[in-house]
């Protein structure tokens, strides 16, 4: 059967070129045993292209041993200029795991910009975390050149992160691009960041080429796949293109189609210069490095340069590209991606965004940039040692740098000391920021639990945004309070919608709609709370399915709620870094949850500490821990009774004097158990 498909798909003359189907490659035997249907749109050229990628070939290349030394030797010509035509500017975008970064890897090898001696896996994502994870979390840029028909091109590729979480990195890089691979695992399907990338682009106006990845699985369902790709999301999937980028299949004719059908950027080397800034980090040897997308003019080594958000001008003393290492050059012109190092030590004076242009011929307006991120989760971030609060402050800045959606203001608390209010884009962002912090900065940080900016409507028709539980108004000058809600589309198979609308339900989320997008998938819209769903909604909705379902969430406004905040007494005293806002149905179990984690914590005293959960004056969960009792009748043997009693008066009243004027100190430890506790029941 196998031997037949083949045989049906490629012509006679490949069987007689000394490869048999005994001794071809895995990737061979495993393209004949799919579905002849799944490639009756590939030509002939097309198939010949994919034999040769798949019969004696070098390990791990996907090109044949003539076919990889012209390519090392176009890779080693990509500083060479090409005319502003053959610049491609392009961005691949996918959802989580469907092989963007190999996808990006097998480019670059292919090209010869990155020799099959220094490559490895993930090659662009030069981030110990990133590999740890086996996600991207920062974009990244590579030039690279091509000969197409005898004719150089320059490509220029922006690899981009496929978490939620990221969705600000895509749009910076998409930005800078005329068109984007849309890369769709051929096994998994459509998903839910598949769409919110696929918008993205639409938004930007890009040339979306469809490519269905991983086609050498034996769960592989092209076919299937471009149908749900042409409903749901609906491009044209009749130039679309199938490949494996594990197995090096069909990655020539990717390089075709971006030459063939991306365009080229505009030819205004002409004009004053004008450079959209898309990235930046803080190196400190040479202060801060700039990436950016040149869109009119050119900019030299040299150049004195001008940011025109900040006002503030340098010389340029390095100007290079991205392939994928920094390499220096003399000059960048319209349509080319590159960076500058101009000995910028404040880090406020690059931003994102930002528009580059020349001192002395100044252009007469910016770049649009970039829209601002709304962060979405808060949370507190403090030092364990007080005297890193410095340090917690510049690595902050360093990190914002890089980082464009993290945000952050002063905080004080009276049990953790000085820090800093962080907002993120969700709680992917939050971890790998504090993992950031600690690694890179060598910080050990505490953090308080996640929370959301509610809406505080007060009596006297003032409106504040309150994202800290301890800055939330009384509740007699309050009126209302209202939350954020998001409308959230969670994609799974038909087998998991029960466990999905039931963990819906449980954060209070109201049903909207229900549709099957294919014959097993289904899309459900829920809105609810942003507050129910930066606990560990994305855990359970990846446990509850196996891993299956994906999700996309918008917030779409704010809501009137019944919220209250809820207090924790220790020995009458408010801690204020416990308090949190929770919805009344919910206040009693997480007032429980609470007290008892903080009986178990709690060192216990020379006296009877009480461990209340209050909501205002009401006292809805309480523990006490019992008091260390010294034995003052050890010395009584026999004697009157009224000797004893009157030793255990004295040591009542003793007791009462100490609880009256005693401290309990709650250790860091019991802190940090009772925030990550918070994190699990809010």
């Known amino acids: 059967m196998a031997m037949a498909s083949a045989m049906d798909l490629f012509p006679p003359t490949f069987f007689l070129s000394g490869t048999s189907t005994s001794s071809s490659s895995p990737a061979l035997r495993r393209l004949s045993s799919i579905s002849v249907s799944g490639f009756r749109r590939h030509s002939y050229r097309k198939l010949q292209i994919l034999c040769q990628a798949t019969a004696g070939t070098e390990p791990q290349s996907g090109l044949s041993v003539s076919g990889s030394k012209l390519a090392a030797r176009s890779g080693q010509d990509r500083l060479l200029k090409v005319p502003i035509s053959n610049i491609r500017n392009f961005s691949i975008i996918a959802h989580i795991d469907h092989g963007k970064s190999t996808l990006a890897d097998k480019l670059l090898q292919v090209t010869g910009t990155v020799q099959n001696r220094d490559m490895k896996e993930q090659f662009l994502d030069n981030m110990d975390l990133e590999r740890?994870?086996?996600?991207?979390?920062?974009?990244?840029?590579?030039?690279?050149r091509y000969v197409y028909e005898d004719t150089p091109y320059c490509l220029n590729l922006i690899d981009t992160p496929g978490h939620v979480d990221f969705s600000y990195e895509v749009s910076r890089s998409l930005a800078a691009c005329e068109g984007a691979l849309l890369v769709v695992d051929a096994s998994q399907g459509v998903e839910a960041q598949t769409l919110a990338n696929v918008y993205l682009a639409l938004e930007n106006n890009l040339e979306i080429i469809p490519v269905l990845n991983k086609i050498d699985l034996p769960g592989a369902e092209p076919e299937k796949v471009l149908r749900e790709i042409e409903e749901v999301i609906g491009l044209d999937c009749s130039k679309a293109i199938f490949c494996s980028a594990k197995e090096g299949i069909g990655i020539t004719e990717i390089l075709d189609a971006i030459v063939q059908r991306i365009p080229a950027p505009l030819d205004t080397a002409g004009n004053p210069l004008r450079a959209l800034i898309f990235d930046s980090y803080y190196d400190p040897y040479r202060g801060v490095i700039v990436y950016f997308r040149v869109i009119d003019g050119k900019v030299k080594k040299g150049d004195r340069?001008?940011?025109?958000?900040?006002?503030?001008?340098?010389?340029?003393?390095?100007?290079?590209?991205?392939?994928?290492?920094?390499?220096?050059?003399?000059?960048?012109?319209?349509?080319?991606?590159?960076?500058?190092?101009?000995?910028?030590?404040?880090?406020?004076?690059?931003?994102?965004?930002?528009?580059?242009?020349?001192?002395?011929?100044?252009?007469?307006?910016?770049?649009?940039?970039?829209?601002?991120?709304?962060?979405?989760?808060?949370?507190?971030?403090?030092?364990?040692?007080?005297?890193?609060f410095p340090d917690l402050r510049d690595a902050l800045e360093k990190l914002q740098l890089n980082d464009a959606a993290l945000k952050f203001e002063p905080e004080t608390s009276s049990a953790m000391g000085f820090g800093f209010r962080c907002g993120f884009l969700g709680l992917l962002h939050m971890e790998i920021v504090q993992e950031r912090l600690e690694r890179e900065y060598n910080l050990n940080l505490i953090t308080t639990a996640p929370s959301v900016v509610y809406r505080v409507n007060s009596v006297n028709g003032d409106t504040t945004l309150c994202s800290n539980p301890s800055r939330l108004p009384d509740p007699g000058q309050r009126k209302s309070v209202e939350e954020p809600y998001v409308k959230i589309e969670l994609l799974t198979p038909k087998d998991y919608i029960g466990a999905l609308m039931e963990l819906a339900q449980e954060r209070r989320g109201e049903f909207k709609e229900m549709k099957y997008i294919a014959e097993n998938r289904a899309s459900i819209l829920y809105e609810l709370p942003l507050a129910e769903m930066v606990g560990d909604f994305f855990d359970q909705l990846k446990s509850r399915t196996k891993g299956y379902a994906s999700m996309e969430y918008s917030v779409i406004g704010y809501r009137e709620s019944d919220l209250i905040k809820l207090d924790i007494l220790i020995n009458a005293e408010m801690v204020e870094p416990l308090s949190t806002i929770v919805h009344r149905d919910?206040?009693?179990?997480?007032?429980?949850?609470?007290?008892?984690?903080?009986?178990?914590?709690?060192?216990?005293?020379?006296?009877?500490?009480?461990?209340?959960?209050?909501?205002?004056?009401?006292?809805?969960?309480?523990?006490?821990?019992?008091?260390?009792?010294?034995?003052?009748?050890?010395?009584?043997?026999?004697?009157?009774?009224?000797?004893?009693?009157?030793?255990?008066?004295?040591?009542?009243?003793?007791?009462?004097?100490?609880?009256?004027?005693?401290?309990?100190?709650?250790?860091?430890e019991a802190f940090m158990a009772v925030l990550k506790l918070e994190r699990e029941v809010l």
């Open 305 to 388: 340069i001008f940011f025109m958000a900040s006002g503030k001008d340098y010389f340029a003393d390095e100007v290079g590209v991205l392939s994928p290492n920094q390499i220096q050059v003399d000059e960048l012109y319209a349509g080319e991606v590159g960076y500058i190092a101009a000995s910028v030590r404040s880090v406020a004076d690059a931003r994102v965004g930002d528009t580059i242009t020349h001192y002395s011929r100044k252009a007469e307006s910016s770049l649009p940039g970039y829209e601002e991120a709304t962060p979405m989760v808060f949370c507190g971030l403090f030092p364990v040692d007080a005297d890193q």
């Open 132 to 144: 740890e994870r086996g996600i991207t979390i920062k974009l990244q840029a590579a030039r690279m």
């Open 586 to 668: 919910k206040a009693y179990s997480v007032g429980r949850a609470l007290t008892q984690k903080l009986k178990e914590l709690i060192p216990r005293q020379m006296f009877k500490v009480p461990i209340q959960a209050c909501i205002g004056s009401k006292v809805i969960a309480s523990e006490a821990l019992s008091a260390i009792r010294k034995d003052v009748l050890a010395k009584c043997y026999g004697g009157d009774i009224s000797r004893k009693k009157k030793l255990l008066k004295k040591q009542a009243a003793g007791k009462k004097r100490m609880k009256a004027i005693g401290r309990v100190d709650v250790p860091q």
